[in-house]
C-alpha cells in the first residue's frame, strides 16, 4: 500500500512538472524603422539590447529597447561596402561577415573594425556564421568555390580563421548550396554543427568535433531547383531539431518545407505537409519550453507551433527575416529596413 502510495504521489509530481505549452493565436510585434539598409542577422543580449549587421556595411546596437541605436559604418578600401548577412558573439567581441566577392570578415571591438579574414574568389558567396558554446571555436559556411561546401574554422576566438580543404569535406552535390537569409542554416550545441543546404539537394552536414570532421545526410525537403531547400534549422538538444524553408520564388507553397528530427539529424521527417506555414527563412525553439513551443518567420509572415513543429498556426502578417529568442517570453527579429520586438 505504502509502496502505490509512492508511485502515486511520484506521478503526480511528474504531471505537476510537465511543461505547458501556450495557446498563442496573435502577437503584436514592436517596430523599430532602420533607413536604406535590410538586416539579416541580429545577436541578443537581452530584453532590452540587441546588435545587427546590416546590408550597407553597417553594424549597429541599442542597449535601451531601441530608444536610441547607434552603428558603425564599415568600407574596404575606401570603396567597397561590405553586405553583412552574418553576425557573430564570441562573449567579447562581434564579427561581422559579408557576402559576394570578396568575403570581408570583420571584427568588431569598441566600436572598431578589423578585417580579420579576406578571400577572394568570383564563386565566393558567404552565408552564415557562428560560435560554439566555449566561445573559441567559430564556424562559417558559404556557397561553394569548388566541390565542396566553404567553410572557415577559428579556434583563437576569432583572431584567425582558415578555410578547410576539400579533401576534409563531403563532396556535395551539383547546383547544392547554402542560403544566406537569416543566419540560422547553422546550428551549433557543445562541440557539434549543423549545415543545412538547398538548391540542387537539401542535406544536413554534420560535425561533432568542432568541424575537424564530417558527415552528410539527406533530407526529404523539397529540393532540385536554385530557391528550393533548407533555409533555417535549430536544435533544441542533440537529438531533437527542426528545418524549415521551401523555395524563395514561390513563398505561398508549403510543399515538404518543414521537418523535424529525434536522432541528431540523420533523419527528417516532413511535418504539416500542404499545411500551414508557407515559405520561411528562420525558425527557433523558445528557450525553456521543453522543445514545444517553436516560431518561424519569413516575407509571408510569423507562425507558432506549440507541439515542437508538428502543427502550426499563423500568427502574424508581418514580415521578417530573422528571429531570436531573449528568454520564453522576449524576442529581437529583423527585416528589410527594420528591427522589431516582440513580448509574449
Given at each position: 500500500m505504502k509502496k502505490l502510495l509512492f508511485i502515486s504521489l511520484i506521478f503526480l509530481i511528474s504531471c505537476k512538472n510537465e511543461?505547458?505549452?501556450?495557446?498563442?493565436?496573435?502577437?503584436?510585434?514592436?517596430?523599430?524603422?532602420?533607413?536604406?539598409?535590410?538586416?539579416?542577422?541580429?545577436?541578443?543580449?537581452?530584453?532590452?539590447?540587441?546588435?545587427?549587421?546590416?546590408?550597407?556595411?553597417?553594424?549597429?546596437?541599442?542597449?535601451?529597447?531601441g530608444v536610441l541605436w547607434n552603428s558603425?559604418?564599415?568600407?574596404?578600401?575606401?570603396?567597397?561596402?561590405?553586405?553583412?548577412?552574418?553576425?557573430?558573439?564570441?562573449?567579447?567581441?562581434?564579427?561581422?561577415?559579408s557576402i559576394a566577392n570578396p568575403?570581408?570578415?570583420?571584427?568588431?571591438?569598441?566600436?572598431?573594425s578589423t578585417l580579420v579574414y579576406k578571400e577572394e574568389n568570383e564563386k565566393v558567396f558567404y552565408d552564415a556564421l557562428t560560435f560554439f558554446d566555449d566561445n573559441l571555436h567559430g564556424i562559417a559556411v558559404g556557397d561553394p568555390t569548388e566541390n565542396c561546401a566553404s567553410i572557415l574554422l577559428t579556434s583563437d576566438g576569432g583572431e584567425t580563421w582558415n578555410k578547410i580543404p576539400c579533401e576534409?569535406?563531403?563532396?556535395i552535390a551539383k547546383d547544392?548550396?547554402?542560403?544566406?537569409?537569416?543566419?540560422?542554416?547553422?546550428a551549433t550545441i557543445g562541440s557539434t554543427v549543423w549545415i543545412a543546404s538547398g538548391g540542387g539537394k537539401a542535406n544536413i552536414l554534420k560535425s561533432t568535433n568542432y568541424g575537424k570532421s564530417w558527415q552528410i545526410f539527406s533530407?526529404?525537403?523539397?529540393?532540385?531547383?536554385?530557391?528550393?531547400?533548407?533555409?533555417?534549422?535549430d536544435f533544441y538538444d542533440q537529438n531533437n531539431g527542426i528545418a524549415v524553408g521551401?523555395?524563395?520564388?514561390?513563398?505561398?507553397?508549403?510543399?515538404?518545407?518543414?521537418?523535424?528530427?529525434?536522432?541528431?539529424?540523420?533523419?527528417?521527417?516532413?511535418?504539416?505537409?500542404?499545411?500551414?506555414?508557407?515559405?520561411?527563412?528562420?525558425?527557433?525553439?523558445?528557450?525553456?519550453?521543453?522543445?514545444k513551443e517553436v516560431f518561424a518567420v519569413g516575407k509571408t509572415g510569423v507562425s507558432f507551433s506549440n507541439d515542437g513543429g508538428k502543427t502550426w498556426k499563423d500568427v502574424s502578417e508581418d514580415s521578417y527575416y530573422t528571429i531570436q529568442f531573449v528568454d520564453a517570453n522576449n524576442?529581437?527579429?529583423?527585416?528589410?529596413?527594420?528591427?522589431?520586438?516582440?513580448?509574449l
Open positions: 511543461y505547458q505549452p501556450r495557446n498563442i493565436d496573435s502577437i503584436t510585434i514592436k517596430e523599430f524603422k532602420m533607413d536604406s539598409t535590410s538586416i539579416r542577422a541580429i545577436q541578443v543580449v537581452d530584453s532590452a539590447s540587441v546588435f545587427y549587421a546590416g546590408s550597407r556595411g553597417d553594424v549597429g546596437f541599442t542597449t535601451n529597447n558603425l559604418f564599415i568600407k574596404h578600401q575606401d570603396s567597397i561596402i561590405p553586405q553583412f548577412r552574418s553576425l557573430a558573439f564570441n562573449g567579447a567581441e562581434y564579427f561581422a561577415l568575403a570581408l570578415l570583420y571584427k568588431i571591438s569598441e566600436g572598431n576534409n569535406l563531403p563532396e547544392e548550396a547554402f542560403f544566406a537569409a537569416s543566419n540560422t542554416n547553422i533530407t526529404p525537403f523539397v529540393q532540385g531547383d536554385g530557391p528550393q531547400g533548407i533555409y533555417s534549422i521551401g523555395n524563395y520564388a514561390k513563398p505561398k507553397e508549403n510543399i515538404a518545407n518543414k521537418a523535424i528530427t529525434n536522432d541528431g539529424g540523420k533523419t527528417w521527417t516532413i511535418v504539416a505537409d500542404g499545411q500551414s506555414p508557407n515559405y520561411k527563412s528562420c525558425v527557433q525553439y523558445v528557450p525553456n519550453t521543453n522543445g524576442a529581437w527579429l529583423s527585416g528589410h529596413q527594420k528591427i522589431g520586438k516582440l513580448k
